[in-house]
């Protein structure tokens, strides 16, 4: 029985894992967003748009950033989160989380690690 658990658990990790491309409405001109600061259960929040240094940065960091996102179920604390109609991106200090919904309406989440952390945004 213990067999049929490792493999059924290492199928499920190989189809969770590998080289994912960013989903093209990241890669392309992203609407406005709100940008969400967690610090001590304390959140804040800021609406940005093509004129704001945030919404520039984390632009820059996704076309910069096209490959080598990974399937992840995992859960993630927010941290500095961007939230858009239809995706949120959590930059954290070891790397990214992006949850979209792709055109079949089904919500998905890639993660990327990375070393600049916060996606190049301050905390």
């Given at each position: 029985?213990d067999a ?19 989903p ?20 804040s929040r ?9 919404y520039?940065?984390i632009s ?5 950033n ?11 604390a ?13 930059c954290?200090?070891d790397?990214?989380?992006i949850?979209?919904q ?17 996606c190049?945004?301050?905390?």
């Open positions: 029985m049929k658990m490792l493999m059924v658990a290492a199928v499920m990790s190989v189809g969770l894992s590998g080289n994912v491309e960013l093209k409405d990241l890669r392309e001109a992203l609407p406005s967003m709100v940008v969400y600061r967690y610090e001590k259960m304390v959140e800021k609406n940005v748009g093509p004129s704001d240094p945030e520039k940065v820059c960091f996704l076309q910069d096209k490959e080598g996102w990974e399937h992840d179920a995992r859960s993630y927010p941290n500095i989160v961007f939230k858009g109609p239809n995706y949120s991106i959590n954290m200090s790397g990214v989380v949850n979209y792709n055109t079949k309406g089904e919500w998905k989440q890639i993660s990327k690690s990375c070393k600049t952390p916060f190049g945004v301050k905390p």
